[in-house]
DNA sequence: ATAAATTATTAGGTTTACCTAAATTTTTAT
DNA sequence: ATAAAAATTTAGGTAAACCTAATAATTTAT
């Protein structure tokens, strides 16, 4: 008779953020993420990354190769996209629940994201009705770490140059709607970007060949498909 | 002019947690809180605790005396009422909102006490409704660490002779509420534990010269004042 | 009142996660 | 191709929060 004696994995919250940030690092540039990379992002000093991905290494996390920096492993994108999973279904939570606005979420975020419970993740998930996307936006993995097909993204967050296809609105007053209407911006309208005022973050868009000014307000509340 | 500088008060998990359990330990004993009774509650060698009594002893949080223990300065318990209060918010929200039992939401509120949110602690009340009692029956200290006057208990948690009057219940279910007037049990009641089974917890209460046997599902539903 | 038992403190050690400074490797530019 | 610049790693150090073992103070029991 055999006895079989399960060792929960467990990581530490700067394991973590390790973690997390190599994810969002390695989404931007291909390759390896350098250590330089992490160093800025995390706000430490190069030394210290490299003491760490020695250890993320050991734990099967990452793939590390001395000066060539490191990628997760499937065992740290699982973990990563666990992370990255409860954030943003903490600050859907923030947003909806807790009268947040969305663009002061992500500091508490960042301490709810560490907190260890599988129940209070799905509870929290089914509490909020299932939410696909989090107030930035950005796709919520879900149980499986599966991401949601086409992120959507607020108009806000698009550059200069970039266009994208209208997919919903946040603010659904008949006010907004209506001011929607005269644009002629609705479900499926193609759009892009020509300019962003730096002092206000006003945009112009081009729509049918039409251009036409939103507020950081309006646009805000616009989410595209790019 | 002058320019202030204010530094927010920060402590680490550590720190916050001795602070809670030298909250509760003063609460069961008076004078001061012993050394084997904070090395016992917080599962950590007395050597640890006169190390990190020295410590809250620098930062005025507590008033400390080799050999005789400690007690909290009025800025430790301030900041323990706070950690008493996120604990007890988040035990609440885990049970109302959540679907968790009200005897597995200890673990996860003893993680989420700690996060750090000013914001975050009062929407958080203002969301559940201000709620005096946590799901164990309670007091919720408020924004400024006042406890509301007379905390219930559940009629489960008296001890064999101990009396009770009744304030109120937590399944509202109309099986429930027939059944307490049946046993002619309402706001009001005055009860007196006469025994507790060990085996299944079911109680032997007297109410008004009568013996009632009660379920721990049913004493468990019941609030109490003592 | 003093010895024994209990409780608390000190001394010295560990791990995590940072740091600085020095050394090494890789990359870039002439 | 080689020197300079940039990036990375190594070496050695710190503070927090734990530990064990040894010592000291207090309490209890005879």
Redesign the pocket.
């Known amino acids: 008779m055999y006895i079989y004696i399960l060792f929960e994995i467990m990581f ?4 973590e ?1 390790y973690l997390k940030a190599i994810f969002h690092l390695q989404q931007e540039v291909e390759g390896g993420v ?4 992490l ?1 800025e992002k995390l ?13 993320l290494a050991g734990k099967k996390l990452v793939d ?1 190769q ?4 490191v990628q997760l492993t499937d065992k740290g994108m699982q973990h990563a996209l666990l992370i990255v999973r409860k954030h943003r279904l903490w600050e859907y939570f923030l947003v909806e629940c807790l009268n947040f606005n969305w663009d002061e979420v992500h500091e508490v975020a960042e301490q709810l994201e560490h907190i260890r419970s599988p129940k209070l993740v799905e509870e929290l998930d089914l509490f909020l009705g299932r939410p696909q996307y989090d107030p930035h936006g950005d796709p919520i993995p879900d149980t499986n770490g599966k991401l949601p097909k086409s992120p959507n993204k607020r108009l806000s967050q698009l550059q200069k140059g970039e266009r994208g296809i209208c997919k919903g609105f946040n603010d659904t007053s008949s006010s907004f709607l209506q001011f929607l209407a005269k644009q002629e911006i609705g479900l499926g309208t193609n759009l892009e970007v020509l300019n962003i005022e730096s002092f206000d973050e006003s945009m112009t868009v081009l729509i049918d060949k039409k251009e036409i000014p939103l507020s950081k307000t309006a646009t805000d509340n616009i989410y595209v498909e790019d």
Request: hydrophobic fraction near 20%; glycine fraction near 8%; aromatic fraction near 10%.
């Open positions: 530490t919250q700067s394991e953020n350098s250590t330089s990379g160093s706000k430490t000093k190069a030394a210290s990354v490299t003491e760490m991905l020695k250890r590390y001395k000066y060539y920096g």
